[in-house]
Protein backbone atom coordinates (compact mmCIF):
# COMPACT_ATOMS: atom_id res chain seq x y z
CA UNK A 1 0.00 0.00 0.00
CA UNK A 2 1.15 3.24 -1.26
CA UNK A 3 -0.19 6.77 0.18
CA UNK A 4 0.33 9.58 -1.98
CA UNK A 5 0.23 13.84 -0.45
CA UNK A 6 0.95 16.01 -3.27
CA UNK A 7 1.69 19.58 -2.54
CA UNK A 8 3.09 22.93 -4.39
CA UNK A 9 0.43 24.25 -6.32
CA UNK A 10 -0.83 27.34 -6.72
CA UNK A 11 -1.52 30.36 -8.82
CA UNK A 12 0.80 31.74 -11.08
CA UNK A 13 1.08 34.27 -14.32
CA UNK A 14 2.17 32.61 -17.75
CA UNK A 15 6.03 32.40 -17.96
CA UNK A 16 6.60 32.13 -14.70
CA UNK A 17 7.73 28.47 -12.95
CA UNK A 18 6.40 26.15 -10.18
CA UNK A 19 7.56 22.79 -8.35
CA UNK A 20 5.11 20.00 -7.59
CA UNK A 21 6.24 17.69 -4.51
CA UNK A 22 4.46 14.34 -3.89
CA UNK A 23 5.78 12.51 -0.38
CA UNK A 24 4.94 8.91 -0.31
CA UNK A 25 4.63 6.50 2.43
CA UNK A 26 6.32 3.19 2.29
CA UNK A 27 9.24 0.85 2.48
CA UNK A 28 9.44 0.19 -1.10
CA UNK A 29 9.42 3.43 -2.87
CA UNK A 30 12.33 2.81 -4.99
CA UNK A 31 10.21 -0.02 -6.95
CA UNK A 32 7.26 2.27 -8.03
CA UNK A 33 6.84 3.93 -10.92
CA UNK A 34 6.23 7.19 -10.47
CA UNK A 35 4.16 9.47 -12.64
CA UNK A 36 2.15 12.94 -12.46
CA UNK A 37 -1.38 13.28 -14.51
CA UNK A 38 -3.42 16.47 -14.91
CA UNK A 39 -6.94 17.30 -15.23
CA UNK A 40 -8.22 20.49 -16.57
CA UNK A 41 -12.14 21.47 -16.24
CA UNK A 42 -14.36 19.45 -18.98
CA UNK A 43 -10.81 16.98 -19.83
CA UNK A 44 -9.83 13.63 -19.23
CA UNK A 45 -7.14 12.94 -16.84
CA UNK A 46 -3.95 13.12 -19.14
CA UNK A 47 -0.27 12.06 -18.59
CA UNK A 48 2.24 14.19 -17.98
CA UNK A 49 5.58 12.73 -17.01
CA UNK A 50 6.83 9.48 -15.33
CA UNK A 51 10.15 8.59 -13.84
CA UNK A 52 11.53 4.59 -12.93
CA UNK A 53 11.99 3.53 -9.64
CA UNK A 54 15.81 4.35 -10.22
CA UNK A 55 15.29 7.37 -11.72
CA UNK A 56 17.03 6.16 -14.56
CA UNK A 57 14.59 6.67 -17.08
CA UNK A 58 11.86 9.54 -17.34
CA UNK A 59 9.01 9.69 -20.22
CA UNK A 60 6.65 12.74 -20.82
CA UNK A 61 3.81 14.14 -23.27
CA UNK A 62 4.76 15.84 -26.19
CA UNK A 63 2.39 19.64 -24.65
CA UNK A 64 5.52 19.51 -21.85
CA UNK A 65 8.57 18.74 -23.37
CA UNK A 66 11.79 20.91 -22.71
CA UNK A 67 9.43 22.04 -19.88
CA UNK A 68 9.00 20.37 -17.29
CA UNK A 69 11.24 18.19 -15.34
CA UNK A 70 10.73 15.12 -13.24
CA UNK A 71 12.63 13.73 -10.53
CA UNK A 72 12.95 11.66 -7.39
CA UNK A 73 14.51 11.13 -4.20
CA UNK A 74 14.05 7.41 -3.10
CA UNK A 75 15.85 8.79 0.27
CA UNK A 76 12.97 10.60 0.86
CA UNK A 77 10.54 9.11 -0.55
CA UNK A 78 9.50 12.04 -2.96
CA UNK A 79 9.25 13.12 -6.46
CA UNK A 80 8.85 16.90 -7.88
CA UNK A 81 7.88 17.83 -10.94
CA UNK A 82 9.62 21.31 -12.32
CA UNK A 83 7.15 23.26 -14.23
CA UNK A 84 9.32 26.15 -16.12
CA UNK A 85 7.29 28.79 -18.70
CA UNK A 86 4.08 27.73 -17.85
CA UNK A 87 1.10 28.48 -20.11
CA UNK A 88 -2.37 28.59 -19.44
CA UNK A 89 -3.04 25.98 -20.64
CA UNK A 90 -1.28 24.21 -17.85
CA UNK A 91 -4.08 24.90 -15.51
CA UNK A 92 -5.72 21.65 -14.23
CA UNK A 93 -5.47 19.96 -10.86
CA UNK A 94 -2.27 17.66 -10.96
CA UNK A 95 -1.86 13.81 -9.70
CA UNK A 96 0.88 12.01 -8.19
CA UNK A 97 0.72 8.55 -9.03
CA UNK A 98 2.43 4.90 -8.68
CA UNK A 99 2.41 1.72 -10.00
CA UNK A 100 4.82 -1.33 -9.01
CA UNK A 101 7.39 -2.24 -11.37
CA UNK A 102 8.60 -0.32 -14.31
CA UNK A 103 8.08 0.00 -18.39
CA UNK A 104 6.46 2.80 -19.72
CA UNK A 105 2.95 3.79 -19.24
CA UNK A 106 0.70 6.70 -20.14
CA UNK A 107 -2.89 5.06 -19.08
CA UNK A 108 -4.84 6.14 -15.90
CA UNK A 109 -5.73 2.54 -15.35
CA UNK A 110 -2.28 1.73 -15.32
CA UNK A 111 -1.60 3.14 -12.00
CA UNK A 112 -2.59 2.05 -8.96
CA UNK A 113 -2.19 4.78 -6.08
CA UNK A 114 -3.15 8.47 -6.56
CA UNK A 115 -2.83 11.59 -4.37
CA UNK A 116 -5.47 14.01 -3.68
CA UNK A 117 -4.40 16.49 -6.42
CA UNK A 118 -3.14 19.91 -6.49
CA UNK A 119 -4.55 22.79 -8.12
CA UNK A 120 -2.05 25.10 -10.58
CA UNK A 121 -3.72 28.23 -12.15
CA UNK A 122 -1.47 29.47 -15.00
CA UNK A 123 -3.38 33.32 -15.80
CA UNK A 124 -2.22 34.92 -19.00
Known amino acids: QVQLVESGGGLVQAGDSLRLSCAASGRTFSSYTMAWFRQAPGKEREFVQSISGSGGRTYYADSVKGRFTISRDNVKNTVHLQMNSLKPEDTGVYYC?????????????????WGQGTQVTVSS
Open 97 to 113: AARPGGGYHTARASYDY
